[in-house]
């Protein structure tokens, strides 16, 4: 993640779409959503895989790292705590 900015949470997309209603911004930003949607089925991938070692353990952990830092899974996961009784 070093080579890329900070990444965006959902307020800060939604605060993007109000400054700028233009068809281009509206298009980026289902792109952006549709990426966010692909992270968040490799969250539940990666999460549902049991323990694995070797090359494939390193490229989980990598994953892992990443997904962690990505503001969509972080709010995904506290929606998932927030509904539970």
């Known amino acids: 993640m070093s080579n890329f900015r900070k990444p ?7 605060e993007i ?12 930003l289902w792109e952006v959503r549709r990426l966010r ?6 969250d539940q991938l990666e999460r549902s895989l049991g323990p694995t070692g070797g090359a ?12 962690d830092e990505e503001p969509s ?4 996961v506290r929606l998932d705590l927030n509904a539970r009784p």
């Open 8 to 14: 965006l949470t959902t307020v800060e997309l939604v």
């Open 17 to 28: 779409r109000l400054r700028s209603d233009s068809p281009d911004m509206r298009a980026v």
């Open 37 to 42: 949607a692909i992270a968040s089925r490799a």
């Open 56 to 67: 494939v353990g390193m490229i989980r952990e990598a994953l892992r790292a990443e997904l």
């Open 73 to 76: 899974i972080a709010e995904l």
